[in-house]
């Protein structure tokens, strides 16, 4: 064959081979162009039966509970609806009592506990002797000015969730195995605050071991919310969210492994925050040590008021971590960069309802107009398969849940499970559906540990160090008791950052139209907890934070 032969016989190849080429991308395009299409539909289909559901359980257990009935209404000792560092300036200055303080709390606590049951262990009577200990000293002016700055909150009422120990009283992590044990010591979080002045006055309810959506137990039965005592109050910190939204305590303390203090803080209308894992020692908290390492436990505080975070907060991470955290430094929220999600993507979890769309675009907007730059819209890439990443984490912590449950005895789910079917079990349905979870198959390792670094990278590089993300709370406002059965795995959009150990502050938002609480969640990169407690006092004057649930008969000035 001649060379002009073989360069048309090559040519007329190259082009058969170029058609074919076409033609296999085009069916790669178009097999592509499919699974989208596909993918999307199923998408849609999940939304929708989501939805349905959703509707569907809404409505049965609206009509379950009946008459929506919220806190009893306050009619005298106003001040105790002001901040916890209010409260400890009036008592410095003598311009109130801190018997006063304490008795006006725990009169509360009497008031409406019998609604709320939040309550596990108190009041106790013995804070008032305390109280009038501190206030003997400051007639006699016997208190030094150094004093009064390594103890600002003296005198100031607080209160703890069970789980967390407080010296002789009960310490029972919500089971009946423990209904009568008491802590020997206190935990490292609760002597700071001691150290720091400030009168414990009760112990809160929290779910058996911490490990539900919410606040229900066999010892005292579930815990109501103040604003509908229909609706939860979420979980495990749920007893200090009643207790601090009705005004039965100035300011508490909570621990969160997948949202337990955002959670009640969300549903009960007050700021929770929880820190960058490491910073709070544990010790103490669900009978841990405190050395624990790589756990999404961390301990923090809830508050009616953003001015009230970064007081305490000082106080718990002590002077080391205060410097490390930066907390000193001043914080403009007009130089901070903005970001938001709408959406996690994750199918297990439902939609977002418009009253949550709604506040999110109200936050935008107002960082939009504060900054004079655009808040950009982010989708994060891994958060679709944020429950599957908290259900593997939690496997790596380092209490099994089937131990602790059992009081130091594994406990056997079916067996579990058949004694509740009979009634002869003294667990809740919550705690048999951890168990069952604990023996079903368990995530990819490779798969999860890949994800997480993939997405931890991707925050670090977007926020860096003044960048902060406005992130959903949940889906919708607080659901009513025992829908989270049912709607497991929304409480994704706080178990999210307990996966990354980022910061995370819960704030609220004002009521919706039903009178329930909406808010967001403030997220930043570890060791900006500073940036958090900023932007949630901006939020906190602009949208004006806690609104009481109970009507107050009289002049709170």
């Known amino acids: ?32 162009m499919l699974k989208v299409t596909m993918w999307s539909l199923l998408n849609f289909f999940l939304f929708f039966i989501r939805s349905v559901v959703d509707k569907i359980v809404n409505f049965a257990l609206e009509w379950y509970w009946g008459e929506k009935k919220s806190c009893p209404p306050l009619r005298k000792n106003f001040f105790i609806t002001k901040s916890a560092v209010e409260i400890a300036e009036l008592i410095r200055q003598k311009d109130i009592s801190s018997y006063h303080v304490v008795n006006a709390y725990i009169n509360r606590i009497i008031e409406t ?39 600002p909150f003296l005198g100031v009422p607080f209160t703890t969730k069970d789980s967390t ?19 020997k010591e206190d935990a490292e979080c609760v002597r700071l605050m001691k ?14 071991i911490n490990r539900w959506q919410e606040t229900r137990n066999n010892l005292i039965g579930q815990t109501n919310n103040p604003y509908d005592i229909r609706r939860t109050v979420g979980g495990s910190s749920g007893g200090e969210g009643a207790l601090i939204s009705s005004c039965g305590s100035c300011f508490g303390l909570g621990t969160d492994i997948g949202g337990s203090i955002r959670m009640p803080a969300y549903y009960c209308g007050i700021f929770g925050h929880k820190p960058t894992t490491g910073m709070v020692n544990t010790r103490g908290c669900t009978l841990r040590t405190g050395t624990e390492k790589n756990s999404m436990v961390v301990a923090g505080m809830m508050t009616r008021y953003a001015m009230d975070l970064k007081p305490i907060f000082e106080v718990l991470v002590g002077p080391k971590n205060s410097n490390i955290l930066k907390l000193n430094e001043n914080a403009d929220v007009k130089k901070l960069r903005y970001f938001y999600c709408l959406d996690s993507g994750d199918m297990r979890c439902s939609g977002l309802c418009p009253n949550t769309r709604d506040t999110i675009n109200k936050v935008v907007s107002h960082f939009h107009n504060l900054t004079g730059t655009d808040v950009q819209q982010v989708k994060l890439k891994g958060v679709e398969y944020t429950s599957k990443l908290w259900r593997y984490w939690m496997t790596q912590e380092p209490a099994e ?3 602790l449950l059992g009081n130091s005895k594994k406990l056997n789910p079916l067996v579990e499970l058949i004694k509740k079917l009979t009634g002869q079990s003294e667990y809740t349905m919550a705690s048999i559906f951890s168990l069952i979870d604990g023996i079903l198959p368990k995530e990819k390792a490779e798969k ?9 990278q991707e925050i670090e590089e977007l926020l860096g160090d003044d960048g902060v993300l406005i992130y959903p709370s949940y889906t919708y406002p ?80």
């Open 165 to 183: 120990a407080v010296s002789g009283k009960l310490h029972t992590l919500g089971i009946a195995a423990r209904k009568n044990y008491r802590a």
């Open 195 to 208: 150290e720091a002045g400030a009168i414990i006055i009760a112990t809160s309810s929290i779910p058996e």
């Open 448 to 456: 999860m540990k890949a994800i997480t670094e993939e997405l931890s």
């Open 113 to 151: 506990n019998p609604l709320l049951n939040a309550v596990l262990d108190g009041p106790f009577i013995e804070a008032l002797d305390e109280a009038q200990a501190i206030d003997e000293r400051i007639s006699k002016e016997s208190i030094s000015e150094e004093e009064f700055l390594k103890k």
């Open 478 to 557: 607080a659901p009513f008791h025992y829908a989270p059965l049912v709607q497991i795995y929304n409480f994704g959009y706080w178990a999210i950052m307990n996966v990354l150990h980022l910061p995370a502050t819960q704030i609220p938002m004002g009521l919706n139209s039903e009178g329930l609480p909406m808010g967001i969640q403030i997220v930043t990169t570890k060791n900006r907890d500073r940036h958090c407690f900023a932007v949630a006092e901006e939020l906190d004057r602009q949208f004006g934070g806690w609104k009481a649930p109970f009507n107050i008969l009289g002049d709170i000035n």
């Open 401 to 403: 849940f089937c131990y």
């Open 1 to 32: 064959m001649t060379k002009a032969g073989r360069r048309e016989l090559q040519a007329i190849l190259n082009k058969q081979i170029r058609k074919r080429h076409h033609r296999s991308q085009k069916s790669n395009i178009t097999k592509e």
